[in-house]
């Protein structure tokens, strides 16, 4: 049993929700930092040798507990719900990269932050979980807050943003996937997208092959180190607390996004981006403080495989 599944099945029902969003917070920091080496990367490289190298970095740092969970693998739960979590999964990695060739990583980030507002909806249609309306409100005007940010236009709406939009929307379902498979063994879950990633890679990696160098490979690895962590930690999240408690938190990757733009590629934030980025930390505090508020009285989790 890994670390993570140790700590969590010793946790009450509040508690694994308040855990949940800890771990989310945690992987949106990784996943921002990863993005940015990610953006580096293509700059240089194709979209398609990122993910096959960024994949098999991973999957070496993941052998081990692959071979040691090896018997988890016997009984994977709900086949075609699983195949259609690794194509989604993808996809989503696929036009989020590819988008950042085009456009800024905090503009790229923003149209991402649109995931909560589709999982908030397709998560009480879909997996029939609870939402109440103080939790709609604060996704809305954390989304508001977003729209600031981004100050929409008839320039930004390209051919690439509708890549990052439709990328936002693959994610939203993947995570949606992930809570219904939380039965299935986080390595199952982290070593099957890795998978996944590097055959897409190795399909369209030789169109515009570029031998890397050295250096280049030490990124490749580094981003495969910091997307498998980041992963195992989205992943238990999902399986701790209700999809539509814990995604709302990846608003604050814009935050992430912000930081890392300005320390690498010399973005300087606007008045809009500052002020959006506020209204954003505003919404999630709120729902931390009314999860905390409802953990006293509502018990939603099933117990984390």
């Known amino acids: 049993m890994s670390l993570l599944a140790k700590i969590s099945t010793t946790l009450d029902d509040r508690s694994a929700r308040l855990a949940g969003v800890a771990l989310m917070l945690v992987s949106v920091c990784m996943f921002a930092f990863g993005d940015t080496l990610g953006k580096y990367i293509v700059a240089t490289y194709s979209v398609g040798q990122l993910m096959l190298l960024r994949a098999g970095a991973a999957l070496v740092l993941l052998a081990p507990s692959m071979w040691r969970q090896r018997h988890e693998f016997r009984r994977i739960e709900r086949p075609w719900l699983q195949f259609l979590r690794l194509v989604l999964s ?8 590819l988008a950042t060739v085009y456009l800024p990583l ?3 980030v923003t149209y991402y932050l649109a995931t ?9 249609i879909v997996l029939r979980e609870q939402v109440g309306w103080r939790r709609w409100s604060a996704v809305l ?14 320039q930004t709406i390209s051919w690439s943003a509708m890549i990052a939009l439709a990328g936002s929307f693959a994610f939203s379902c993947s995570l949606l996937t992930t809570r219904l ?23 369209i990696a030789p169109i515009g092959w570029v031998t890397p160098t050295w250096p280049s490979l030490g990124l490749f690895f580094a981003a495969g180190a910091i997307s498998a962590c980041a992963l195992l930690c989205v992943n238990r ?13 990846q608003y604050t990757m814009i935050l992430w996004a912000v930081m890392f733009g300005y320390a690498v590629f010399g973005d300087v934030p606007s008045f809009a981006m500052a002020l959006g980025a506020a209204i954003i ?23 984390p495989a």
């Open 90 to 97: 993808t996809l989503e990695i696929a036009a989020f990269f």
């Open 106 to 108: 905090a503009d790229v």
């Open 116 to 124: 909560p507002i589709f999982v908030t909806a397709l998560s009480a």
């Open 141 to 154: 005007i954390g989304f508001g807050g977003v729209l600031i940010a981004l100050r929409p236009s008839a």
């Open 181 to 203: 498979l939380r039965a299935t063994p986080d390595i199952v879950l982290a070593s099957g997208q890795f998978v996944a990633g590097l055959l897409f890679g190795l399909a």
């Open 237 to 249: 999240s999902l399986k701790l607390a209700p999809a539509s408690t814990v995604v709302p938190y």
């Open 281 to 303: 930390i505003g919404a999630g505090l709120y729902i931390f403080l009314r999860e905390r508020e409802l953990g006293r009285n509502e018990s939603v989790v099933n117990p």
